[in-house]
DNA sequence: TATTGTTATACTCTATAACTATA
DNA sequence: TATAGTTATAGAGTATAACAATA
């Protein structure tokens, strides 16, 4: 007996199952999608996070720490640690707002500035890398696709129309 | 985290930067995928995990634990617990083999034929949900992008051409 | 009393590795 | 010595809630 060329004799495989499972494959596909992106922004010192955040100051400065929070889907009080280690970095700055002392306003430096040149330019890379199996086309039809998913499970994303772009986060 | 259900209304947007892309919409999706699974299984007391574990059990019997690790990409100390838990209810059975008594036969019974079942049932009606929004010539186009992006990053899915179908797991 | 930011606590996952019994 | 399974431990990540300052 010998069933010649069945898939993956070294690997014992994956259930048809799961395999074939659309859900399965956006689960497992986010997660390496993560896993590769977590990777690469460690050696930057910064995590995807601090991507987010600087890329929500740089939309709109002068932000509040409750409406950063809100706009990533992020919670306050992750949000405090992730703003301390961006300021310790020199790449934004809090300062009480004299109108209403309990809010902070946050801006990000021209360091920070910088620093997210940088890191949108590692996400341009990964982007590219994580689909570089499909064509242009393919990749317009995926991220449409998408879209249509993330208007239904996503209510936090609010989408106008837009060309290529390419981000950090988890 | 929580990139959960946050209500739309008076949202701060998300930055575009982040929405516009492809990755960062397959990690929010397959995240958001995992969370309505987990909480409809819930209900069913038994976690994807488990379905996966039947799913490998369904496919050829008489399985090692080693093995049943392999092919869904878990740790062997991680099925340990999985196993303990299916075997409570009753849905497998282990044994020793004789011949190297250190290997466990792991075998469905036929109450864990039935639970299969209502989860296959339950994962078909997620997966039905979740791509409520697209029909189903979209649905194919989606599945074959999906499923190019896992011909290069999830190796471990070993694919032959299958028709629709639905899934466990995270 | 409610809200902003902050801090502290607890819980879930997971990865690692020690341990046993067999080989 | 190496391997299959088991158990225990530690760490990251995250959610919850208590807290202080201000409104």
Redesign the pocket.
Known sequence: MTTGTSPAASTPRLPAELASSTTFLLKRLGFAAKEQA?EAYDQTGLHP?HHAVLAVLDEGSRE????I?DALGY???????L??ELEDRGLIE?KRDP??????SVRMTADGKRALAKLRALAVGLENDFLANLDESQRASLHGLLRELARQHLPHCVFRQDGAAVAAD?
Do not use: E, I, K, M
């Not at 919670?75 to 640690?81: A, H, I, K």
């Open positions: 977590l996070y509040t720490q409750g409406a929070a919670d306050r009080g992750q949000l405090v640690g703003l301390d809090r109108s209403d002392r309990r809010r902070q988890g």
